[in-house]
């Protein structure tokens, strides 16, 4: 976790560390069931990638309490919250402090329902939080079309590190549908192409 606290490129601190731990101390005291998905329940998995976004997932129902919590801690607002009448399925926060900006993913069903249920404890720099498991994470990222996202498919898979069976049987009690593509992108994990050949030197 400590890679994502200061900037590769200038050495700064990115604010992320302080801004996570005061959100995810807030949504606990609130008791509001949620989970930590994305980047930073990935590096809490032990695959960190650099990032300044906290991404959190609510059941719909929950909206209005999370959305409160966030903006009783002075997290501002960036994207509209409702849109003609109809609740948006992702509001975007920004913390003025520190400029991290934090994701709050409003679920209407399956899969997050589940991963918010099903998800254990671990520690975010220092704070207590529900977070996705690897399992979880696999089928999140199934549903997404962000290249990066598929990256990270790519990296849990070849890491070993995930119960891919088990990550079927949930996704097989979800969306059963889903399964041909999941299998197709654990192959294209574990047997990426091979990178095109040099071409030759030119003479000088």
Not at 44 to 55: E, K, N, Q, S, Y
Not at 106 to 133: H, L, N, Q
Not at 134 to 160: C, K, M
Request: charged share 25%.
């Amino acid at each position: 976790m400590d890679l994502l606290v200061l900037n590769p490129v200038t050495g700064k601190t990115t604010g992320l560390d302080k801004t996570v731990r005061q959100v995810l101390r807030a949504m606990t005291r609130s008791r509001v069931p949620y989970c930590v998905i994305g980047a930073t329940a990935l590096a809490a998995r032990g695959f960190p990638r650099m990032t300044r976004v906290l991404d959190l997932t609510v059941r719909l129902h929950d909206r209005e309490k999370a959305v409160a919590v966030l903006r009783s801690e002075g997290l501002r607002p960036a994207t509209p919250i409702e849109a003609d009448g109809d609740p948006e399925p992702m509001v975007v926060f920004v913390d003025p402090a520190s400029r991290v900006e934090v994701d709050l993913l409003i679920a209407a069903g399956d899969p997050e329902w589940t991963v918010i249920g099903e998800a254990t404890r671990s520690k975010v720099f220092g704070a207590s939080a529900p977070v996705a498991s690897l399992e979880h994470l696999l089928i999140l990222y199934l549903y997404s079309n962000q290249p990066r996202h598929w990256g990270d498919f790519a990296t849990i898979v070849q890491s070993g590190k995930a119960d891919l069976k088990a990550a079927e049987r949930q996704l097989r009690g979800m969306h059963a549908e889903m399964l041909p593509g999941f299998r197709r992108r654990v192959r294209e994990a574990q047997a990426p192409p091979a990178p095109p050949k040099r071409p030759p030197r030119r003479a000088r």
